[in-house]
Antibody, heavy 120, light 108 residues
Framework: QVQLVQSGAEVKKPGASVKVSCKAS????????INWVRQATGQGLEWMGW????????GYAQKFQGRVTMTRNTSISTAYMELSSLRSEDTAVYYC?????????????WGQGTMVTVSS | SSELTQDPAVSVALGQTVRITCQGD??????ASWYQQKPGQAPVLVIY???NRPSGIPDRFSGSSSGNTASLTITGAQAEDEADYYC???????????FGGGTKLTVL
């Protein structure tokens, strides 16, 4: 079945970087955008950016410009999101989500989420 | 602050109809998508485009739009519909995606 499977929970110190993976299966990885969305505990959803797995083109929310990098490895159908200069406010669940064909704002498949904890 | 505004909380009696709204200037140009999120789970897409439901979403969920306001309507709300609901769309520049702050739906 169509699914996105993310890497496991991470604990990082302030100032470090984290790289979360998102492995796609059940569909052609290069045919759909991958978005990254995060959610702090008890808070709403926050869009971080998108990547076109075919071209590698990316677009980042202004808030994360300079700190986030989205990449992919098409040979293993996996997308990555790396966030640097971590601070406590980055503690959140990070989701990857597929953009629906024809409606890139519609995220039709979501990963299970990766908890990232930033703590000294 | 979000460019899409949602009421923080809404309640509905079991079996009744409820409308959840999402306001923003960009909605004059772009459709909203709607997501249901239950505690401890990833969001689930329930409505997208003009009024499209992904496979497996009950037909009691519907979407509409007028001016700067998008709406998600649940006709005959069920206990299992109690959840947080989020809208998203493009921002005012059209280049990026933005989410509303979310609405907590309580089914009484």
């Amino acid at each position: 079945q169509v699914q996105l499977v993310q890497s496991g929970a991470e604990v990082k110190k302030p100032g470090a970087s984290v790289k979360v993976s998102c492995k796609a299966s059940g569909y052609t990885f290069t045919s759909y955008d991958i978005n990254w969305v995060r959610q702090a505990t008890g808070q709403g959803l926050e869009w971080m950016g998108w990547m076109n797995p075919n071209s590698g083109n990316t677009g980042y929310a202004q808030k994360f410009q300079g700190r986030v990098t989205m990449t992919r490895n098409t040979s293993i159908s996996t997308a990555y999101m790396e966030l640097s200069s971590l601070r406590s406010e980055d503690t959140a669940v990070y989701y990857c989500a597929r953009g629906e064909e024809g409606n890139p704002n519609a995220f039709d498949i979501w990963g299970q989420g990766t908890m990232v904890t930033v703590s000294s | 602050s979000s460019e899409l505004t949602q009421d923080p909380a809404v309640s509905v009696a079991l079996g009744q109809t409820v409308r959840i709204t999402c306001q923003g200037d960009s909605l004059r140009s772009y459709y909203a998508s709607w997501y249901q999120q239950k505690p401890g789970q990833a969001p689930v897409l329930v409505i997208y485009g003009k009024n499209n439901r992904p496979s497996g979403i009950p037909d009691r969920f519907s979407g509409s739009s007028s001016g700067n306001t998008a709406s998600l309507t649940i006709t005959g709300a069920q206990a299992e519909d109690e959840a947080d609901y989020y809208c998203n769309s493009r921002d005012s520049s059209g280049k990026h995606v933005v989410f509303g702050g979310g609405t907590k739906l309580t089914v009484l």
